[in-house]
């Protein structure tokens, strides 16, 4: 441009700053702004935001609002984004008293933070254990008008959970199913995980099956968490059916083979057969369950999932089990972690296998939290 004769200004400068910051290029974009000013070229507040938001990107706070006060300092007058830029970045680092002097000014100016302000900050309250201060400015933000996005919901959801007060998480969810908003697998995991610490198995067997209902299917975190529900409320035999309907998804005659014993669906006309003599007997409604049964989850289990069905197999003295999953992992291509053997180290020395607890250990070379472990058996 300035070989054209055409020197660019400062909005020209902006555009540059704007995509060198986004692409984390620090050096060169600070060089960028000390050209700027030897050009005379006043940056705006176009130019200071790109600052805030590439350095509160990547943590870098402090030098972000020290930059911010550059800005008031030459002049310019900080816009709605230039505050929420800082105080997100701010709730994201945990800085929290922080975050909230910046809320302080925000207000000062009559600039009222929005929804994803507040969000940030409640989430970040939670994250630091600092309940109240959560659920205060929760109630701020609906006294100002401001109506919870399925985000917040989920926020809320969680930081209840954490504080022991599932019951209320729950009403929170049912509240927000009420006012028509859709949850995501994420909310629904929050909730299920929720239930299943308190032990509340049954409830979270219900939400999980209305998961389906809107379109939101079961992640693996879903799937997990409801398997830990059922083998810590020695329900091992749903856990292990459960496991079986994540694994199989699209193999549905091998479900049933799994789990029907003597009264096996081998193919698609056994279970044709099968679901016409229960509607003949009048039994539509488990014709129903009986296939819903069979829906696709289309998740396949991962290391945790099968560490927790082994530790409820071990509890159980279930050992061959375990250790026939242990085998069933490894075919499947998962390498056993230092959860998974030293599950099944404990398993063998509860049921008296010492001999096979040792083999486990020399089977793989154990960090010292195992070798510990293992020589507390002896």
Partial sequence: MGELGCMPDALAYNTILDIVFQKELFVLGFAVYNLMLQLDLEPSVMTFSAI???????????????????MKESGGKPNFMSYCVLFNGYCKMGRLDEAVSILQLLERDRLPLNLKGYSHLIAGLFRERRYNEAHSWYGRMLKKGIVPDVVLYTIMIRGLSSEG?????????????QRGLVPDAVCYNEVIKGLCKRGMVAEAQEIFNQMEKPGCLPSVVTFNALIYGLCKAGKLEEAQLLFYKMEIGRSPSLFFRLTQGSNQVLDGVSLKKKVEQMCEAGQILEAYKFLIQLADSGVAPDIVTYNILIYGLCRASNVDGALKLFMDMQKKGLSPD???????????FRVKREEDARKMYDHKSMDANLALKFIKHL
């Fill in 52 to 70: 805030i938001s590439g350095l509160c990107r990547v943590g870098r706070v402090h030098e972000a609002h020290r930059m911010f006060n550059v």
């Fill in 165 to 177: 007060r599932i019951g209320e998480a729950v009403n929170m969810f049912c509240e927000m199913t």
């Fill in 338 to 348: 230092s959860v998974t053997y030293g599950t099944l180290i404990d398993g063998l």
